[in-house]
């Protein structure tokens, strides 16, 4: 299999990079001859052009990566599918679930993959985080909460639902297993008018859980943190631990059979169990080369990336509606 590298800027050289490694990387793109320019020194053996139609008119490119701004992610993914391509997309892949949609629907009615670029579905800690859930170790799941905050990177194209509720969004759902059934969001323009740099969200869920998220660029801490608390145990993956990213709490309340209704609460042992020191980018990479390969469920990836962008868009909604 043979990849090109459309957007070159923020993120696209680190997936040129994995993919260089991974596979042939066939083409690299940039609207800025500048940027082109130093990535073609790295992949001398890669072609380099501005012009993203080159890529599509290759007969012999089997997939392309879309790395470019996020307003132009679903229009270019649509023209990748109808040209026959496999696509990769960073996250979000559209700005609205209608777009979604469609380049779900194409890549399903051609069976072309289709793969959002939700990388911390790729994480080792995550991926532990789901086995630990899964196991029913923590009894009945009742709620969950996200932490993504830091100081910078401020931004004006998107707010910071868009630019890092994504993330977060995406293990949530994948930890819960189910799409919302209501959601609210609340913000604040502080920097930028329009452009919430704090944003707070709900999700009510099917099954009666419950998910919260704390978004902001305008904080004095950076977090990256996942905390999950079952009826049994709780766990927390914090990313920014470098040695104990998963620390799972044997505590929860109680109700002894020989009281009369109290509850009470019990704290047990905390343990960090290990987890594997893999590159998510690079996991992310070799899971799209496998689905490439015939391995895996092309259909879920695509559908599991068009769940996140309904909730998103449902999300936006209810952020423009209080304000």
Known sequence: ??????????????????????????????ASPELLEKQAKRYPRARATTRFQDLLEDPELDAVVIATPVPTHAALAKQALEAGKHVFVEKPMAMNGADAEEIVALAEARDLVLMPGHLLLYHPGVLMLKTIIDSGDLGDILYLYGNRQNLGKIRRDENALWSLGVHDLSVILY?????????????QSFLTEGVQDVVFCYLRFPSGRVAHMQLSWLDPQKMRRMTVVGREKMVVFDDMELDHKITIYDKAPEQPTD???????????KYSPKIPNDEPLRLECQAFLDLLDGGGDRLSVARNGLAVSRTLDQLQSSLVAGQ
């Open 175 to 187: 930890l819960v297993g189910e799409e919302p059934s209501a959601v609210w969001a609340h913000g």
């Open 259 to 269: 009281t009369y209704g109290e509850w009470r609460t019990r704290t047990g042992d």
């Open 1 to 30: 299999m043979n990849v090109g590298v459309a957007g070159l800027g923020y993120w696209g050289p680190n997936l040129a990079r994995n993919f260089d490694l991974l596979t042939e990387l066939r083409w690299i793109c940039d």
